[in-house]
């Protein structure tokens, strides 16, 4: 049962929220246009204010459901985290679109949403008095993910535990790291 819903945790990771709503708005496929990206900033881009929320939420709701439906089947802590990773994962690398997704960040914050909203209020806090002081929405939610772990540990969850919420942000990190690089090229 556990391995079914992995697996259906990936498969609901490669509906990709950016692709369908630039379908249905422009009738167009977003990975021709703008960055490429399939995700919400590009959406943004594309079709404005409405398209990047539609795919933000989109996207979110994929982690937060996935999340949800593994505590609705009683599956433990750790199991609930290892959706969350199959969920970002689809999304990075979904074989709908050829293993060529988006950047899973809002997908990862609905899952941690749904994980435990204590941990995620703190993260929200962090990244948005990071955002004030760096002025970079990039930096200040990738440095605001690489604390989860911390902050979780910080609320007495297990060693295991948070080592499972740092493979979700290793991942958030590694399908970002153009855009650091490029950041922080800009900056120097």
């Known amino acids: 049962m556990i391995y079914l819903y992995l697996l259906v945790s990936y498969v609901v990771g490669t509906i990709m929220t950016g692709y369908v709503v630039t379908r249905v708005m ?3 496929d977003i990975r021709t246009m703008g960055s490429g990206n399939v995700g919400a900033r590009n959406a943004g881009r594309l079709l404005g204010k409405k ?3 539609i795919t933000a939420i989109g996207d979110g709701l994929k982690g937060l459901f996935v ?3 593994a505590k609705y089947f009683g599956f433990t802590f750790e199991i609930q985290i290892l959706s969350l990773i199959a969920v970002v994962i689809g999304h990075i690398w979904p074989i709908t679109l050829r293993f060529k997704g988006g950047k899973g960040i809002a997908t990862a914050v609905g899952g941690l949403l749904a994980l435990s909203y204590q941990p995620f209020l703190i993260f929200v806090g962090i990244v948005l ?3 004030l002081i760096l002025r970079s929405i990039t930096f200040a939610g990738m440095i605001g993910f690489f604390t989860v772990p911390f902050i979780y ?3 007495d969850y297990s060693y295991p535990q948070c080592l499972l919420i740092l493979i979700v942000v290793a991942l958030l990190i590694f399908a970002h790291r153009d855009n650091l690089k490029e950041k922080l090229s800009k900056r120097s």
């Open 51 to 53: 398209g990047f929320f």
């Open 26 to 28: 422009k009738g167009k």
């Open 67 to 69: 999340v949800l439906g």
């Open 153 to 155: 540990w910080l609320f």
């Open 129 to 131: 008095i990071l955002f």
